[in-house]
C-alpha cells in the first residue's frame, strides 16, 4: 500500500498498532510520535517498582525507542508533542521538546492513541503540596521512587480507592510505611459492588491501613504536610498521592473539531474511526460502547488499547474487523486478596433501571480437602428470564481470576446462567472441585430463575427482622458462637423435617445460614411442606462482610 | 411425585443423584446401595493422602452415611452389593455384606453409578506380588498408607503413566522413596501430544524419577521383588502400583440385557437412560459422546460424574435436560508443574482423519516485569476454514490451569480461534498481560488460518534441513549458545531486511527463532519481499522440549 501512517503516543494503543502495521505492511510510512522521553513501557507495572517488587527499573521498558525502529522499521520520535492536526491538509504539528522546533508532516491516515491523565482537581493547597504525587509514566515513577528512597517518608496519604490508589497503598505499605487511603464514596473499588469491596475493607484494616470512606479532601495544608477532610478530620502525612481518576487526553481532537462524550473521551465508530475516517483513536482517551448495556462509556484499561491497536491496524490495511466493545472485566491485587469482576455490577443496572437477579456464592478455590484451599466470594448479575449474564464479581485469596476469566469467557460466548453448569472445566484437586465455583454459581443462580428457591438480598434482612419477620438460621448451635443475625432464631438444617410443627404457615419465614447452601437445603424442605420460604443469598458470610 | 429410586454406588455420581433427588422431591423415597464401607467420599483425594499432603484421613469422607442420611433423610445401604438387576420385575438383588444375607428391593426407576475398576490384566507373576497395589477407594488408601508407613520400602515401581500413576509417582517420591515410572507408549499423560509430554518427561527426569517409555512389564518375579521389562530390563522394587486404567463396573447391566460399548461402558441416551428407560447409567461406567468429535468414548472423570448425577435427578423429575456430551477437560499436578487439556488431541483428530492445524505459543503467566512469570506452553488444534477450535493444551509451572478452562469455555460458547483475541480477560500484572495467552494463541492461530504465515511443525524440520532445506535462526548468536537446530544458520531478525540479497527466491526459506514469535515477524518481511517462507511453529522451544 505504501500509505503513510501518522501514530500519536507511543505507548499501549500506539506501539500495538505501529507494530501490526508494519506485519501487515513492510511499505507503509509509520512515524509514531511520543511526547515523552519512554515508549512502550509497562504503565502497570509502574507502582510495583516503587515498591520494590519490581527491583530493575528496566524491566519496565518494553521496547526502547531504538530496538523498536529497528525491529519494526519504525520512524519512532520520542520527546515529540504534536500539538496540533490540520485536518483539511492532512497534517500534525510537531513540537520537538529538545529543540523547541515545531515543523509540519503530513499523513494519509492518523492514529491517536495519546491516553489520559490523572484527574488533579483545584483544591485548595494543591499547588503548593511539596510532595504531591500523581502517577502515569516513567518520569512521575522516577520521582515518587527517588522521593520515598531519600526522604523515607513515615506517613504516607493516597487519595483514592480506585485501582492505582489501592495498588500505591499496597507497595507504599510495603516499604514500612503507614498509609492512609481517603474515598470519598462508601466502597473502594467501584467496578464491584458494596457488599463484595467491604470483604476489601476489612483486609485492608487488618493490614492496619487507615481506610477512610465517605470522606473528601477539602484542603492540603502546610505545603501538604496536613490533609484537611471534608469531615473536619486532619491527616498529618509526608507524602501524598492522589489516584483519583484520569481523564481522557482530548486537547488534539477537541481543537481539530472531532466529537467527545459527555466525559470526555473521543467518540469513535465500530472501526475506531473519529468522524473525521482518516483520524482514528484508541485507548484510555475513547469513549467505549459497554459490552453489555451498549451505553457510551470510559473504560481505561490495557486490555482495550491493545485489543483496539490492533483492530484499527488491519482496518487500515482493508481488514472488515470491528470493535465490539468492552466489558471491563478487571482485576487488582488488594494486599494478599484479589478482586476481579467483568461486565456490569449492580450499582450500573440500577442506575439503567435494567431488572437483574442476584446470587453470591462462597465455594473454595478448590478442594477442601488439599491444603490451600480459600473461599471464592462469587458473586453472579443475571437477568431472571433469559439467564442472560450481566457481571460477575470475585473476592478471595486465591482463584478469584480464574472464575472471572471464565465467567467473561461465557459472556462472550453468548452463554447464559443456565450454560454455566455445563462447563467443564479441568479439575484435580489442587486447582478446583469436581463442580467448581463457576458450576456452582451458575446451579445456584438457575435455581432462582427457575424458581425453586427465593432469595433476599444481605441488606433487605435487617429491616425484614425488625418488623417482625422470621429469620431461622440453620446453622448448628456452635457456628453461632462465631456471630448471627440479631434476631435470627436457631434450627439446625438436621432438626427441619422434625420441628416443622412448630412453623407458621401464615408467613414468609426466612432462613439463613454461613453461605446460603443450608439455607437452600432447608428452603426445598419446607416449600415442599408447604410453607412460604426465603433464602438469605449468600448466608451469614455475604451479610457479615458488610455488617460485622 | 413419591416414586422409588434406587441408586447403585454412593460415591461422585451416585451421592449427587441422591442428594438432588431430594432437593427436587421431599416424597420420594430413595435408597442408595454402596458396595463399601464409606460413601461420598474423595477419590481425587487419595493419592495425596498417601503422600501426606492430606494429613488427616477424616478430611477424605465428604459426606458420612449417618450424616448424609439424616441431611437428605435418604436410606443409605452401605457393605450392600447389588448383586443383580431384574427389569421385568423391577428389583434389585442386594447382599448385605455384613451379614451375607441377600434380599430383593424394588424400584419405579433405577440409577446406575457403579464407577470403574482398575484393569488387572493376567501378568505372570501378578497374583503372587506381594507388595503390587490399586488405588480406587478407602481401603486401597488405607492398604498403601500403612505399607509404606510401617514397612519403609524404599524402592517403588509405578506402572502407568496416566493421572494416577503421575500422581502415585509424585506422592511416594513426596515420601523420599525412590521412584521408576513405566509407561508402555512413547509418553505419559495420554490426552496431550507428544511433544508437550517431552516437557513432563524432562520434569520427571529432573526430579530423580526413573522414567521408562515404551516398555511393559512382561513379568514380576520373586513375589514381585522384581519387575521384569519387555525390553529384558530388570528393575528391583519394594511396592508397586498398577495404574494402567480402568474398566466400567458393568457387570450388573450387562447380566441385565443393557447394551455396553465396545470399551465395555455401558450405553446411554442423551438422558443418560440405558435401553429400559426405567434405568439410567452414569459416571466411569458408561459410554459419552465425545463432545467434539461426536464419537463415543470414556471419559472417568468426576465432573462427568457429578454432572450426569445431576442432570439424571432432574430427568427422574419430570425436567427436560439432556446431557451434551464430554469434552474430557482435564488437569494433573506433576511435581512442580501443570499440564491440562480440553477437547481433542492430534491424536484422536488423527486417528479419525479430521484434518487440522496446530499452533504452539509460549507467553509468560503473567506480565513478564512481575516476578513469578513462567512461561506457559500453550497449544490450541483448530479447523483452518471455520477455525473451530478442537482442543487446547497447556504445560507450565503456573496459569496452565486458567488458560484450559478459558479454552473450556470458549469450545461450549462455540466461540473459534477468530473469537480468542477478542475474549476480555482481567488483567493486572500479577495475573495476566495485557493480551493473555489465550488472546495470544488466538492471534497466532488466526494468523495461519487467515493465510498471513504458514508454519512447520516441529517433527517435519529434521527431514526438511536433511533435504538440504534452508532454516535461518533468528535468534541473536548468544542465543544459539543455548542450543539450536542442527543445519540452521543464523541471521538475527534486526538484520533481515539488510540482508535480503543472500536469501534466495527459488526456494522456501524455514525460519525459526525462539517461541515462534519472531520467525512470524521475519516471515511477515520476508513474504511481503517476494521470498517463499514458512515459520517454525512454537520455535525452537517446543521443538527442543522433544530433541533435547
Ligand atoms: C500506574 C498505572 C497502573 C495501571 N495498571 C493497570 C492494570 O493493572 N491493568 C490494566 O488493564 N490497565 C492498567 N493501567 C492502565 C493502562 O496502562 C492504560 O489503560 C493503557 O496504557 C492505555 O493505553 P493508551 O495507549 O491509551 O495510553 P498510554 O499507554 O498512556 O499512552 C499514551 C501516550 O501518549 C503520549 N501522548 C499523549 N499526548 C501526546 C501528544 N500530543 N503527542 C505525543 N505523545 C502524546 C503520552 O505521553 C503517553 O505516553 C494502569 C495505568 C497506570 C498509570
Ligand atoms: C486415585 C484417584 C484419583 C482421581 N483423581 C481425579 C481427578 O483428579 N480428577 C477427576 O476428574 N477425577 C479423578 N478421579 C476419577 C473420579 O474419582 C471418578 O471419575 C468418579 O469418582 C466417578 O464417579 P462414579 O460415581 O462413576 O464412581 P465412584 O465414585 O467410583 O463410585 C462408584 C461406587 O459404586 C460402588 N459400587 C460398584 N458396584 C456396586 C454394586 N454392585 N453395588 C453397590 N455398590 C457398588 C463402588 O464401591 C463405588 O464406591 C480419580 C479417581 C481415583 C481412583
Ligand atoms: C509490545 C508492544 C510494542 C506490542 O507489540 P506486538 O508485537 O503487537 O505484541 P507482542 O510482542 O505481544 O506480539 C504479538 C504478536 O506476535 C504474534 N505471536 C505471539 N507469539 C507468537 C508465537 N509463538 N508464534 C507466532 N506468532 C506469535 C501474535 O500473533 C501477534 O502478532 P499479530 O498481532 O500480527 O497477530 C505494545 O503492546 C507495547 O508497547 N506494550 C507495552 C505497553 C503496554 O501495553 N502497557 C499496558 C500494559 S502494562
Ligand atoms: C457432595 C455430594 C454428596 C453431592 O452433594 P450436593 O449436595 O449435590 O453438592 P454440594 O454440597 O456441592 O451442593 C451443591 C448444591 O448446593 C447449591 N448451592 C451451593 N452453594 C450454594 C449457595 N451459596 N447458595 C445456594 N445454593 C448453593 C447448588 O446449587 C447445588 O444444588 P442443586 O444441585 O440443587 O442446584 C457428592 O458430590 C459427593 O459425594 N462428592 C464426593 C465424591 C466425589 O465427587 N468424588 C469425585 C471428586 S473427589
Redesign the pocket.
Known amino acids: 500500500m505504501g500509505e503513510k501512517i501518522i501514530i500519536v503516543g507511543g505507548v499501549a494503543g500506539g506501539a500495538t498498532t505501529a507494530a501490526r502495521l508494519r506485519r501487515l505492511d513492510e511499505k507503509a510510512e509509520i512515524i509514531m510520535f511520543e511526547r515523552g522521553e519512554y515508549i512502550s513501557f509497562a504503565n502497570c507495572g509502574l507502582p510495583y517498582y516503587i515498591g520494590g517488587t519490581i527491583a530493575e527499573r528496566d524491566k519496565l521498558l518494553v521496547q526502547t525507542v531504538e530496538g523498536m525502529s529497528r525491529k519494526f522499521h519504525l520512524d519512532i520520535r520520542n520527546l515529540s508533542e504534536v500539538i496540533k492536526i490540520n485536518r483539511e491538509r492532512k497534517t500534525v504539528e510537531v513540537k520537538n521538546l529538545k529543540t523547541e522546533e515545531v515543523y509540519e508532516e503530513s499523513y494519509d491516515v492518523l492514529v491517536l492513541s495519546p491516553g489520559a491523565s490523572p484527574i488533579k482537581p483545584p483544591i485548595p493547597g494543591i499547588e503548593t503540596a511539596e510532595s504531591l504525587f500523581t502517577l502515569r509514566n516513567i518520569p512521575d515513577t522516577d520521582k515518587i521512587k527517588s522521593f520515598v528512597d531519600i526522604k523515607k517518608p513515615k506517613k504516607a496519604t493516597v487519595v483514592g480507592g480506585g485501582f492505582i490508589g489501592i495498588e500505591m497503598a499496597e507497595n507504599l505499605w510495603d516499604l514500612g510505611i503507614e498509609v492512609t487511603l481517603i474515598e470519598m464514596s462508601n466502597q473502594i473499588m467501584a467496578p464491584i459492588d458494596f457488599e463484595m469491596a467491604s470483604i476489601l475493607h476489612g483486609h485492608l484494616r487488618e493490614k492496619g491501613v487507615n481506610l477512610i470512606l465517605e470522606d473528601g479532601v477539602e484542603s492540603f495544608e502546610q505545603q501538604g504536610k496536613i490533609v484537611k477532610l471534608t469531615s473536619g478530620q486532619f491527616i498529618e502525612t509526608d507524602m501524598i498521592i492522589l489516584a483519583i481518576g484520569v481523564k481522557p487526553e482530548n486537547q488534539l481532537a477537541v481543537s481539530a473539531g472531532l466529537s467527545v462524550g459527555q466525559r470526555g473521551g473521543i467518540q469513535v465508530n465500530e472501526h475506531l474511526q473519529t468522524e473525521d475516517p482518516s483520524i482514528y483513536a484508541i485507548g484510555d482517551a475513547i469513549e467505549v460502547k459497554d459490552y453489555i448495556n451498549g451505553q457510551s462509556t470510559q473504560i481505561p484499561l490495557a486490555w482495550p488499547a491493545n485489543r483496539q491497536g490492533r483492530l484499527v491496524a488491519d482496518h487500515i490495511n482493508g481488514i472488515a474487523v470491528r470493535y465490539k466493545g468492552t466489558l471491563g472485566s478487571s482485576i487488582a491485587k488488594v494486599f494478599d486478596m484479589t478482586v476481579a469482576s467483568t461486565g456490569n455490577n449492580e450499582k450500573t443496572l440500577k442506575r439503567l433501571g435494567i431488572p437483574y437477579e442476584v446470587v ?4 473454595g478455590s478448590h ?1 477442601g480437602y488439599y491444603p490451600g484451599a480459600f473461599p471464592i466470594s462469587l458473586k453472579l448479575i443475571f437477568e431472571r428470564e433469559t439467564g442472560k449474564i450481566f457481571g460477575g464479581q470475585a473476592v478471595s485469596y486465591d482463584g478469584a481470576d480464574k472464575r472471572i476469566d471464565v465467567i467473561a469467557t461465557a459472556i462472550k460466548g453468548g452463554l447464559t446462567i443456565f450454560d454455566l453448569p455445563d462447563l467443564e472445566l479441568a479439575y484435580a ?1 489442587p486447582y478446583s472441585s ?2 467448581d465455583p463457576v458450576n ?1 454459581a451458575g ?2 443462580a ?2 432462582i430463575a427457575e424458581g ?1 428457591v427465593e432469595t433476599v438480598q444481605w441488606y433487605e434482612i435487617n429491616e425484614i427482622v425488625q418488623k417482625g419477620g422470621l429469620l431461622i438460621d440453620v446453622r448448628e448451635p456452635i457456628e453461632r458462637e462465631m456471630g448471627y443475625i440479631e434476631g435470627s432464631i436457631n434450627i439446625p438444617l438436621g432438626e427441619i423435617r422434625d420441628r416443622l410443627d412448630e412453623l407458621p404457615k401464615d408467613q414468609t419465614i426466612y432462613l439463613t445460614c454461613q ?3 443450608r ?2 437445603l432447608g428452603a426445598r424442605i419446607l416449600s415442599q411442606n408447604g410453607f412460604k420460604v426465603k ?1 438469605l ?3 451469614y458470610k455475604t451479610y457479615s462482610s458488610v455488617y460485622e
Chains 1, 2 share one sequence.
Open positions: 453470591h456464592v462462597h465455594p478442594a484437586p469436581a463442580k456452582m446451579y445456584a438457575s435455581n425453586l453461605v446460603g447452601l439455607g437452600y433464602n443469598d449468600g448466608g
